[in-house]
């Protein structure tokens, strides 16, 4: 079973960057459909980004796409997440995931979160 750790984020600036990492141990993610997550308080979990496993094709929420990039670095078994031109309504929880299952559709195996707070 893969375990995931992350990394990064903090306290911000509005218009700031950060970068998350995500690394992976157990399993290679080299295989796995990877995504970020977040949840801000008071509500519930929403998608942030997606890459497959050839890291070839990228699924964007609207609210991010063009301020944030998703890759991995499968050599290093590591999931990142560069987040550039913050926003206030940036600020939540991020995670992490991993679809691991065969057919890859359902994120199953989720990091430990990390803050990532934006003032502005």
């Known amino acids: 079973q893969v375990q995931l750790v992350q990394s990064g984020g903090g306290l911000v600036q509005a218009g700031g960057s950060l970068r998350l990492s995500c690394a992976a141990s157990?399993?290679?993610?080299?295989?796995?459909?990877m995504g970020w997550f977040r949840q801000a308080p008071g509500k519930e979990r929403e998608f942030v980004v997606g890459?497959?496993?050839?890291?070839?094709?990228?699924n964007y929420a609207p609210s991010v796409k063009g301020r944030f990039t998703i890759s991995r670095d499968d050599a290093k078994n590591t999931l990142y997440l560069q987040m550039n031109t913050l926003k206030p309504e940036d600020t939540a929880v991020y995670y992490c995931?991993?679809?691991?299952?065969?057919?890859?559709?359902?994120?199953?195996?989720w990091g430990q979160g990390t803050q990532v707070t934006v003032s502005s």
């Open positions: 890459i497959s496993w050839s890291g070839t094709i990228t």
């Open positions: 157990g399993r290679t993610i080299s295989s796995y459909t």
């Open positions: 995931a991993a679809a691991t299952g065969v057919l890859g559709t359902k994120y199953d195996c």
